[in-house]
């Protein structure tokens, strides 16, 4: 029987670019701390906001959970006030995860904040991985994804680093066996159209969600085989199965 | 020793606790989290006739103290309920309630005579969803029309009736007892409140729907003002609805006139929040020298 949401303390929150957060907390569970893709509801409040707010695992280490977040709200801006020490509920692992069981040359595209589950699935992939990383105009996380990968490929949208434009751009999927992504739907949805039904492709999905474990329906989306909660259902997907524009 | 059992309409509840429709699913995922058997009973999502894959675009938008939703009633319909889940929930050992929505009478006539041939324990009428185009809650604003439902599905329906009603009827005591007149063995009080939430960026509404339905907090003293009001008009039990996060919330309901409460929201702000609040809701009595509900309820 799971223990539902649980008090942890806050070992970092460290700003790493402007309004990119990274935090780190200790969890002592006796089971998984989770795998690539899965995510944890966090909140450092009581009803005010109401809900909780969902963010992917970016990293574990030992009892160390780090996630990163970009300030978008009252949310995440509570958050970003949280010091070492000060306490945070959390519920999870929730959701599925990456399935870490592929071969030949993958490909990890990440955008935006989309970030997080594609570091944790490139230090868990055992393939010999291309990380694709689309940022607005600051870059981050480079330095940590570098030593798990073959080659990174950058885009700024302002040209400030690496390529100038999407990162949607730039991949060439004829280069893969596998694909995996998260990011902005419209950048998935690149993605997988430019892999065809050549190529096997594996997205993140994001939706609005109140209760992360499968209650509410609030994050139900459509796929080829009916309506799927992205908490429960999701958040990983086969690419092909989701309609991006419903 | 402390008591909390209630009886509604000759069905015994082993605490005042239910979890409300659409708040809960079936119960799978809770009981991953604590044995749902600890509940007073179970509201399930609303059931229509034929499956339903909801509404489109956002679903969910949180305001201050409350949360939008505009599911649409996303359900497996009536048949594949009475297959796929059925069978489990009765296999909890608590009430459960199935709650029942229609687009048209002949429909919620239909789905309450299939629930007949089921051990159900009780229907909930849900004539009050605000987030569908129509039926919802078109029954559930004028007492006429309301009655009209009520009396089409008591000719047919044999399991004890509770009626689900909307904050947005004309006259929520006149809607009551032209419930209870109808044939209603007990009353839910209340759905959703119907609401508005707008994008200034977007320049448009966040739903589709254009309006959806309000729950949490802030609808509490609203719906509690109601439960007082309905409970003093009528003879039939109360069931209140409406913002309850802790225990207080429930004794506030129960003071007020109600015999049991449906907490929803909450289970989406933690998972154990129903099990919190009977557990709450004991001490409390222990604590205060009460040993059964019936000394509180309706003080107010």
Redesign the interface.
């Given at each position: 029987m799971k223990e539902g949401y649980r008090e942890v303390d806050i070992s970092s929150n460290t700003e790493i670019a402007k309004d990119i957060f990274e935090l780190k907390v200790q969890i002592e569970f006796n089971d998984s701390l989770g795998d690539p893709g899965q995510f944890y509801m966090l909140r450092s409040w009581d009803f005010d906001p109401l809900l909780s707010r969902p963010f992917s695992i970016c990293n574990i280490e030992g009892n160390v959970v780090t996630f990163l977040y970009k300030i978008v709200g009252r949310g995440t801006n509570y958050l970003s006030k949280l010091k070492p020490k000060d306490k945070l509920k959390v519920l999870g692992p929730l959701g599925n995860g990456f399935n870490l069981n592929v071969n030949g040359k993958v490909a990890l595209i990440s955008g935006g904040i989309g970030i997080p589950p594609m570091i944790y699935l490139a230090k868990k992939l055992s393939a010999e991985i291309d990380f694709y990383a689309g940022f607005t105009n600051e870059v981050y996380y480079m330095h940590y994804v570098q030593k798990y990968v073959n080659k990174i490929y950058i885009t700024t949208e302002d040209g400030s680093t690496g390529q100038k434009g999407f990162i949607t751009d730039i991949f060439r999927p004829e280069k893969y066996d596998v694909v995996f992504t998260c990011g902005p739907s419209a950048m998935m949805k690149k993605v997988v159209e430019k892999c065809e039904n050549m190529i096997p492709v594996f997205v993140s999905m994001e939706s609005i969600m109140a209760c992360g474990m499968g209650a509410c329906l609030g994050c139900s989306i459509k796929t080829k085989s009916g309506m799927k909660r992205v908490c429960k259902g999701g958040p990983v997907f086969e690419g092909r199965e989701v309609f991006f524009d419903d | 020793m402390i008591d909390t059992k209630v009886n509604i309409a000759g069905v015994e509840f082993k605490n005042p606790v239910i979890a409300a429709s659409?708040?809960?699913?079936f119960g799978?995922?809770?009981l991953?989290?604590?044995?749902i058997s600890k509940l007073g009973g179970l509201s399930t999502?609303g059931l229509t006739l034929r499956q339903r894959?909801?509404n489109?675009g956002?679903?969910?938008?949180?305001t201050?103290?409350?949360?939008m939703?505009s599911?649409g009633l996303?359900n497996p319909g009536i048949d594949a309920f009475i297959e796929e889940e059925l069978p489990f929930l009765h296999s909890q050992d608590t009430v459960i309630i199935a709650n029942v929505s229609g687009n048209t009478i002949e429909e919620y006539v239909i789905s309450v005579e299939k629930l007949n041939q089921t051990d159900i324990d009780m229907i909930e009428l849900n004539i009050s969803c605000p987030n569908v185009k129509e039926g919802g809650i078109s029954f559930g604003t004028k007492a006429e029309i309301a009655s009209n439902v009520v009396t089409q599905v008591r000719k047919v329906c044999k399991k004890p009736l509770i009626v689900k009603l909307s904050p947005s009827a004309e006259n929520i005591v006149e809607m009551a007892e032209s419930c209870v007149e109808a044939g209603a063995d007990a009353l839910s009080l209340v759905n959703t409140f119907p609401a508005l939430a707008v994008d200034i960026s977007k320049k448009k509404a966040i739903f589709d729907n254009i309006t959806a339905g309000l729950s949490?907090?802030c609808i509490k003293p609203i719906a509690l003002r109601m439960v007082y009001e309905v409970s003093k008009a009528v003879d039939v039990p109360i069931i209140g609805i409406g913002g309850i996060?802790g225990y207080r919330d429930a004794i506030e309901y129960i003071m007020a006139g109600a015999w049991a409460v449906q907490v929803g929201?909450a289970?989406?702000?933690?998972?154990?929040a129903c099990v919190e609040i009977i557990e709450g809701i004991e001490e409390y009595l222990q604590k205060e020298g009460i040993s059964t509900l019936e000394e509180i309820r309706g003080i107010i």
């Amino acid at each position: 029987m799971k223990e539902g949401y649980r008090e942890v303390d806050i070992s970092s929150n460290t700003e790493i670019a402007k309004d990119i957060f990274e935090l780190k907390v200790q969890i002592e569970f006796n089971d998984s701390l989770g795998d690539p893709g899965q995510f944890y509801m966090l909140r450092s409040w009581d009803f005010d906001p109401l809900l909780s707010r969902p963010f992917s695992i970016c990293n574990i280490e030992g009892n160390v959970v780090t996630f990163l977040y970009k300030i978008v709200g009252r949310g995440t801006n509570y958050l970003s006030k949280l010091k070492p020490k000060d306490k945070l509920k959390v519920l999870g692992p929730l959701g599925n995860g990456f399935n870490l069981n592929v071969n030949g040359k993958v490909a990890l595209i990440s955008g935006g904040i989309g970030i997080p589950p594609m570091i944790y699935l490139a230090k868990k992939l055992s393939a010999e991985i291309d990380f694709y990383a689309g940022f607005t105009n600051e870059v981050y996380y480079m330095h940590y994804v570098q030593k798990y990968v073959n080659k990174i490929y950058i885009t700024t949208e302002d040209g400030s680093t690496g390529q100038k434009g999407f990162i949607t751009d730039i991949f060439r999927p004829e280069k893969y066996d596998v694909v995996f992504t998260c990011g902005p739907s419209a950048m998935m949805k690149k993605v997988v159209e430019k892999c065809e039904n050549m190529i096997p492709v594996f997205v993140s999905m994001e939706s609005i969600m109140a209760c992360g474990m499968g209650a509410c329906l609030g994050c139900s989306i459509k796929t080829k085989s009916g309506m799927k909660r992205v908490c429960k259902g999701g958040p990983v997907f086969e690419g092909r199965e989701v309609f991006f524009d419903d | 020793m402390i008591d909390t059992k209630v009886n509604i309409a000759g069905v015994e509840f082993k605490n005042p606790v239910i979890a409300a429709s659409g708040t809960f699913g079936f119960g799978r995922e809770f009981l991953e989290y604590f044995p749902i058997s600890k509940l007073g009973g179970l509201s399930t999502k609303g059931l229509t006739l034929r499956q339903r894959e909801g509404n489109k675009g956002v679903r969910i938008h949180e305001t201050t103290g409350g949360i939008m939703n505009s599911i649409g009633l996303q359900n497996p319909g009536i048949d594949a309920f009475i297959e796929e889940e059925l069978p489990f929930l009765h296999s909890q050992d608590t009430v459960i309630i199935a709650n029942v929505s229609g687009n048209t009478i002949e429909e919620y006539v239909i789905s309450v005579e299939k629930l007949n041939q089921t051990d159900i324990d009780m229907i909930e009428l849900n004539i009050s969803c605000p987030n569908v185009k129509e039926g919802g809650i078109s029954f559930g604003t004028k007492a006429e029309i309301a009655s009209n439902v009520v009396t089409q599905v008591r000719k047919v329906c044999k399991k004890p009736l509770i009626v689900k009603l909307s904050p947005s009827a004309e006259n929520i005591v006149e809607m009551a007892e032209s419930c209870v007149e109808a044939g209603a063995d007990a009353l839910s009080l209340v759905n959703t409140f119907p609401a508005l939430a707008v994008d200034i960026s977007k320049k448009k509404a966040i739903f589709d729907n254009i309006t959806a339905g309000l729950s949490g907090p802030c609808i509490k003293p609203i719906a509690l003002r109601m439960v007082y009001e309905v409970s003093k008009a009528v003879d039939v039990p109360i069931i209140g609805i409406g913002g309850i996060m802790g225990y207080r919330d429930a004794i506030e309901y129960i003071m007020a006139g109600a015999w049991a409460v449906q907490v929803g929201t909450a289970n989406f702000i933690n998972p154990k929040a129903c099990v919190e609040i009977i557990e709450g809701i004991e001490e409390y009595l222990q604590k205060e020298g009460i040993s059964t509900l019936e000394e509180i309820r309706g003080i107010i």
